[in-house]
T-cell receptor, first 118, second 114 residues
Framework: GAVVSQHPSRVICKSGTSVKIECRSLDFQATTMFWYRQFPKQSLMLMATSNEGSKATYEQGVEKDKFLINHASLTLSTLTVTSAHPEDSSFYIC??????????????FGQGTRLTVV | AQSVTQLDSQVPVFEEAPVELRCNYSSSVSVYLFWYVQYPNQGLQLLLKYLSGSTLVKGINGFEAEFNKSQTSFHLRKPSVHISDTAEYFCAVRTSGGYQKVTFGIGTKLQVIP
């Protein structure tokens, strides 16, 4: 079946640096990918919708200049956390749907990235 | 707009006992309903989904859920839990229309006690 791969699974960075997270659809082309953030003991909150070849759509309250999203190809979307601060420490998860499948199929999720900013 | 309410943040249950994790939703349009499981530091794995048809849906690992339109509920059940079922469970809804935004509940931590 379709698989979404996310890398890295864990990253520790210093405050003020930038971190890039990759999300790949391995056996299908995803025109749209979704980025979620999960704080400890909380649910997943949609941050933005990544659209191949166009600008990402950000949810209300999400800083687009801080969370840069690039969807340069049909199989890769990247999320860059710029000038990271400790409060950005979180679990980030991407997802994608195979547009060739029926509209009622579910999205597939990456393994997630645990970001710790020290 | 759509929303999902998971009424229990934590559910402790003894091994081999039955369990029900509750989920209620609200939406002005028709939705698809999902249950996902998340093990520590991992992504989400789909347990089951309701799209249409039979209101009783069977999923992986012996889980099942029943869609109740009048009560706008989609409770998850398992007749006999195992230690390996200890995880976080998320109920989610997605509109059946074009935009694919998924809304998640806050999650229920199932803790199976040996």
């Amino acid at each position: 079946g379709a698989v979404v791969s996310q890398h890295p699974s864990r990253v520790i960075c210093k405050s003020g640096t930038s971190v890039k997270i990759e999300c790949r659809s391995l056996d299908f082309q995803a025109t749209t990918m979704f980025w979620y953030r999960q704080f400890p003991k909380q649910s997943l909150m949609l941050m933005a919708t990544s659209n191949e070849g166009s600008k990402a759509t950000y949810e209300q309250g999400v800083e687009k200049d801080k969370f840069l999203i690039n969807h340069a190809s049909l199989t890769l979307s990247t999320l860059t956390v710029t000038s990271a601060h400790p409060e950005d420490s979180s679990f980030y998860i991407c997802s994608a749907r195979d547009p060739q499948r029926r509209a009622d199929t579910e999205a597939f999720f990456g393994q997630g990235t645990r970001l710790t900013v020290v | 707009a759509q929303s999902v309410t998971q009424l229990d943040s934590q559910v402790p249950v003894f091994e081999e006992a039955p369990v029900e994790l509750r989920c209620n939703y609200s939406s002005s349009v028709s939705v698809y309903l999902f249950w996902y499981v998340q093990y520590p530091n991992q992504g989400l794995q789909l347990l089951l989904k309701y799209l249409s048809g039979s209101t009783l849906v069977k999923g992986i690992n012996g889980f099942e859920a029943e869609f109740n339109k009048s009560q706008t509920s989609f409770h998850l059940r398992k007749p006999s839990v195992h230690i390996s079922d200890t995880a976080e469970y998320f109920c989610a809804v997605r509109t059946s229309g074009g935009y694919q935004k998924v809304t998640f509940g806050i999650g229920t931590k199932l803790q199976v006690i040996p």
